[in-house]
Each structure stands twice: as structure tokens, then as C-alpha cells.
């Protein structure tokens, strides 16, 4: 007796729901079973889980889920500023604003590919023009795609009368076995700004980026792809983006999580940020004019060898 096939329906690739704070978010699935949910608080993307249920973006257990407050996890969309690098607030205001569903695209799938989307737009509030006096608009496009990939289409166009200049960031949270056994490929020999010793510009001299310690770096002038590799969970993030110069790199460690309230005494462990980044020359935009910064984020077996990519 043969087996029926699964139908795929392409009305349950996209839902609208709301978390337990009453925010409204988008569940994103495809026909394998994986899935994403993306808040309109922040534009965060706050799950990324594979086909079997697994889930590949860290949360802290401690985090704080409230208006006007970013979640500490998933992706968190840094713009205008990153970290301290300017007047604003620590890593802008994007990440703290409700964003809404873009009316002109919305919800999105394929029925042929098996992929879902969402797009949402963020406009300046007259709170955000008094601390940041640009007119702009953010589209982002977050993707799942057939193979459980998960993409991220950020738009910035300028509105406004005058120029503009911003800093950005995919502030990306993965979940890993444990920080001691991860390493990072594809940052050797480049200079990066080691943010622990105020923004000094240093030289990679690893073969690989490798734990022992704290790390708040940016590396500059990255390749486009760097693999992230998981030796106790047998399993290589990939990621890969344009328009998007550096990788920016953090784990708070032992003594630094102690000192955070969201964040637990020994989550450090089972997290690593790494993220595409503008931060060494930050993006200068005329009037009318459009910037795209795009993030791939992919999961492959640890055979992976970073020589292909």
C-alpha cells in the first residue's frame, strides 16, 4: 500500500499571531517543516527552527519582553547607530520601534518553491526626528527559503531633503553547544576593531577565531560568506550577505553575563553574535537615494569546509 504525500498548503506558509505580551508577529513556514517568527516589535526576528523543531537562533532565558525594549536574542536590527559610535542610543532606535506590515507587499508565498516571506516597513515617529532629524524609509524583508534558509532584505531610502548618514547592523544571536567548541572561518588575517580596548584597530592572527575570553570585535572588509562551526553539535552555520562590509563579533563571557539582568550567569556558553555589519565607513545616502544590505543564514553538516565558499 503506498503512501500519500504531505499536500502543501501555501495559505499556512505565512500567520499573523501575537506573543504572550500581546505584540503581533509573523510565522513563517515551509513544507519541510522549519519555521521563523518575526516580531513588529524591533522587526526582530526572534525563532529560526529547522525541520526537526530545532532551534538555531539563542533567546535568554532572563530576557525582558516589553514595549520600547529590545528582547535580548535573535537578530535584533541595528540602524542608525552601532553600539556607541554616535549620539543615539546603543545600537540605534530601530530595534526598540513597532514596525508595521508593508501594506504594498505584506505576506508572501510560493507555492512552487515552498517559500514564505514577510515585509515590513519603519517610518521616523516625531520622537525619532527629534533625536535623529533624517526622513527615511526601512524595508525589510525577512525570507524562508524550501531548504529551511532564512534571509534577511534590508532597504534604506532617503526621503528627506538633505543627506544622511547611518551605521547598521544584523545583530545575529545563533544557539550553540558550547562556546569552547565553536570556531569561526574566514576572518583571518583581517583587521578588526577590538571594542574592549576602545576601538583599537588590531590583526586576526588565527587560523580561525577560536573562545577563551570575552570578544566585542568588529572585523573589517570581510568576504562575503564566513562559516561558523559547531564542532559539538556537529553542524556549520554559513553565512553570506552584501552590501554589508564587516562582521561584527560578541560573546560577553563569564563576568559580563553576571553583570547583565536579561541575560543568564552561564548563557554565555550556548551563545555566540555574529553578524553582517556597516561600521568602519558608514553608509551616506543623497536624497532619493536607496542602500540594500542583505544576510543569507544557512546550516550545513559539519563535513562543511570553509574552502567552499
Known amino acids: 500500500m503506498g503512501h500519500s504525500a504531505a499536500v502543501w498548503d501555501c495559505r499556512a506558509a505565512t500567520e499573523l499571531a501575537t506573543d504572550w505580551n500581546g505584540i503581533m508577529m509573523v510565522v513563517l513556514r515551509n513544507p519541510k517543516g522549519a519555521s521563523a517568527k518575526v516580531s513588529l516589535l524591533g522587526g526582530q526576528v526572534m525563532s ?29 536590527i541595528c540602524f542608525p547607530q552601532f553600539v556607541n559610535c554616535g549620539s543615539l542610543e546603543r545600537q540605534g532606535f530601530a530595534k526598540n520601534k513597532m514596525w508595521a506590515v508593508d501594506e504594498t507587499s ?3 508565498s510560493n507555492e512552487t518553491h515552498g517559500t514564505s516571506s514577510v515585509d515590513l516597513i519603519l517610518k521616523p515617529s516625531a520622537e525619532d526626528l527629534r533625536c535623529w532629524p533624517h526622513s527615511f524609509e526601512f524595508r525589510l524583508r525577512v525570507s524562508l527559503g524550501t531548504d529551511g534558509s532564512l534571509r534577511l532584505i534590508s532597504r534604506v531610502r532617503n526621503v528627506d531633503m538633505k543627506p544622511f548618514t547611518f551605521a547598521f547592523a544584523y545583530h545575529t544571536h545563533l544557539t550553540v553547544s558550547d562556546i569552547s567548541e565553536v570556531r569561526i572561518e574566514g576572518l583571518e588575517t583581517l583587521d578588526y576593531l577590538d571594542n574592549l580596548c576602545r576601538k583599537e584597530r ?12 570575552e570578544v566585542d570585535r568588529a572585523y573589517l572588509g570581510c568576504p562575503n ?9 556537529k553542524r556549520t552555520f554559513v553565512l553570506r550577505k552584501e552590501g554589508l562590509p564587516d562582521i561584527v563579533v560578541w560573546n560577553p563571557w563569564e563576568k559580563k553575563s553576571k553583570a547583565m539582568l536579561d541575560f543568564g550567569d552561564d548563557e554565555y556558553k550556548e551563545m555566540l553574535c555574529v553578524g553582517g555589519a556597516v561600521v568602519e565607513k558608514p553608509i551616506t545616502l543623497k536624497p532619493g537615494e536607496e542602500w540594500t544590505g542583505r544576510l543569507e543564514l544557512s546550516v550545513v553538516s559539519s563535513s562543511f569546509c570553509s574552502d567552499h565558499l
Open 202 to 213: 588590531c590583526t586576526e592572527q588565527g587560523d580561525a577565531l577560536t573562545f577563551e575570553s
Open 48 to 76: 529560526w527552527k529547522n525541520e526537526h523543531g530545532e532551534e538555531l537562533l539563542f533567546t535568554s532565558s532572563k530576557a525582558i519582553f516589553r514595549p520600547q525594549r529590545q528582547v535580548r536574542g535573535g537578530i535584533p
Open 106 to 108: 505584506h505576506l508572501r
Open 225 to 233: 560568506a564566513i562559516a561558523v562551526i559547531d564542532h559539538g553539535k
